[in-house]
C-alpha cells in the first residue's frame, strides 16, 4: 500500500522531469527509454497527463458542450492516432528492411505524441488569443469554419475562413496570429525530424533508409488521418456537430 501511494506521488514530479529532459535533449533521452527495458508506466503516465492537461487547455476557447465532449472523450480521441501512429512508423522501418520492435515504437511514440500535443496546444492557444483579443465571436466563427474544413474538405469553407481572416481582424491581431501558428508549425517539424533520429539508432539505418522510413511513415500517417476523421466524427457523436453549426 505504501509502494502504491509512493508510486502515485512521484508521478507529477517525474512527468515534470520527463517533460524537461524532452525539451532540452530529445534524441538522448527518448533513445534512453527505447534502447533499456523499461516499463510502460512512464510512457503511459507522460502520455495521459499531457493530454489531460492539453484536453483542460481546449474548452477555454469554446462551449460548455464541446467542452463536455473533449473531457469525456479527449483522451481516447488523441489515443487511437497514437497508436495508429505508432503503426505508421512501424510499418515504415518494416518496409526499408529496418525492423525495430513495436513496443520500443509505441514507447517512444507515446512520448513523442504527448510531448508535441501539448506543445501544439500551447502555440494554439496564444495565436487565438491575438484573434479573441481582437473579437471574439468572430474568432470562434473563423476556427469553426478551420473545423468544417478539416471535417469536410470544403473549399468553399477553407475560402470563407481565409475571407474571414484577412477582412475581419486587424493586422496586428493576423500578423500575430500567423507568427505563432507558423512558429507552431515549425517547432513540430523540427522536433519530428530531431525524434525520428531516436528511432534510426533503435534501427541502426542508414541516412538513406531513415529518410525513405521517414517520408513513408508521413505518407502512411495522412492516409490514416483521411480514414480517421470519420472515425473520430463517429465517437465523438453529435456534439462534434454542435461544434461546426
Known amino acids: 500500500m505504501l509502494d502504491q501511494f509512493k508510486e502515485v506521488y512521484e508521478i507529477l514530479p517525474n512527468y515534470i522531469a520527463n517533460f524537461t529532459s524532452i525539451l532540452k535533449r530529445p534524441r538522448t533521452y527518448l533513445t534512453k527509454y527505447g534502447e533499456e527495458e523499461t516499463s510502460f508506466k ?34 481516447l480521441l488523441s489515443l487511437l492516432p497514437a497508436v495508429l501512429g505508432s503503426f505508421a512508423i512501424w510499418i515504415s522501418w518494416q518496409i526499408v528492411r529496418r525492423p525495430i520492435e513495436f513496443e520500443k515504437v509505441l514507447r517512444v511514440n507515446l512520448f513523442i505524441s504527448g510531448f508535441l500535443g501539448l506543445i501544439g496546444v500551447c502555440f494554439a492557444s496564444f495565436s487565438i488569443g491575438f484573434l479573441i483579443l481582437d473579437d471574439a465571436k468572430l474568432a470562434e466563427a473563423f ?67 531513415t529518410a525513405m522510413s521517414y517520408l513513408l511513415a508521413v505518407i502512411f500517417q495522412m492516409l490514416g488521418f483521411v480514414f480517421l476523421v470519420p472515425l473520430l466524427i463517429s465517437i465523438g457523436g453529435n456534439r462534434f456537430s454542435e461544434i461546426i453549426q
Do not use: C
Open 42 to 75: 512512464d510512457a503511459v503516465y507522460f502520455f495521459l497527463i499531457s493530454n489531460v492537461l492539453s484536453v483542460w487547455f481546449i474548452p477555454k476557447f469554446f462551449g460548455e458542450n464541446v467542452s463536455s465532449t473533449l473531457q469525456a472523450k479527449g483522451l
Open 143 to 209: 476556427y469553426k469554419g478551420i473545423i468544417r474544413v478539416t471535417l469536410n474538405r470544403s473549399e468553399e469553407e477553407l475560402l470563407l475562413a481565409n475571407q474571414i481572416l484577412s477582412y475581419g481582424f486587424n493586422s496586428w491581431s493576423v500578423i500575430g496570429h500567423n507568427i505563432v501558428s507558423f512558429a507552431g508549425m515549425v517547432v513540430t517539424v523540427v522536433f519530428s525530424i530531431l525524434t525520428w533520429n531516436v528511432f534510426a539508432r533503435l534501427a541502426n539505418a542508414s541516412l538513406l533508409k
